[in-house]
């Protein structure tokens, strides 16, 4: 219920499973998929496959577009992976970053995948209030952490507003990052 209400963190976690199974294509599927719902570690790992030629042929500008939208929070990893990756760019690949980054931007950016975000975590609220009714309450719901990592929520913690609403999950996801 919890990762079927927040699909950048199932996303991110499915795309975590393909990638550490060796399937890079399934990854960015779903990595790509938490992107757009304003999952900035998903936006990195979209950047560091596109650089390494995972699943896909490399492609070191559309990476670092990536990675400038992972950096937009201004998450120190992802600001020194943003960097790293522009350093590694010859002039023509720096203009072809810009140029194609604002097309990322239109459908990735935090101004439109944000409200995208909330929009599905209210349906999801709703759909979960109302079978709370039918099931009783889980002892813990682990869910997917920074690097891989899986962090435990409480089952009497399950509605915490942190975890459903919007401005909050982004604080409490904020803060862990």
Known sequence: TFLNAHPDLKHRNEGWVAYQAGDHAAALQNFRKAASYADKPSQAMMAEMLWQGLGVPADRAMAYAWADLA?????????????????????????????????????????????????????????ARRSANYASQPKSVMVPGPGGSTISIVGHRFYD???WDPVQYQAWQDAMW
């Open 161 to 163: 507003p942190k975890f």
């Open 71 to 127: 950096a937009e929070r201004g998450y120190v990893q992802f600001i020194r992976l943003r960097e790293q990756y522009w350093r590694g760019l010859d002039q023509a690949e720096q203009e072809r970053a810009v140029r194609d980054g604002r097309v990322l931007l239109e459908e990735f950016a935090d101004a439109v995948a944000r409200p995208r975000m909330a929009q599905f975590m209210k349906k999801a609220k709703q759909r």
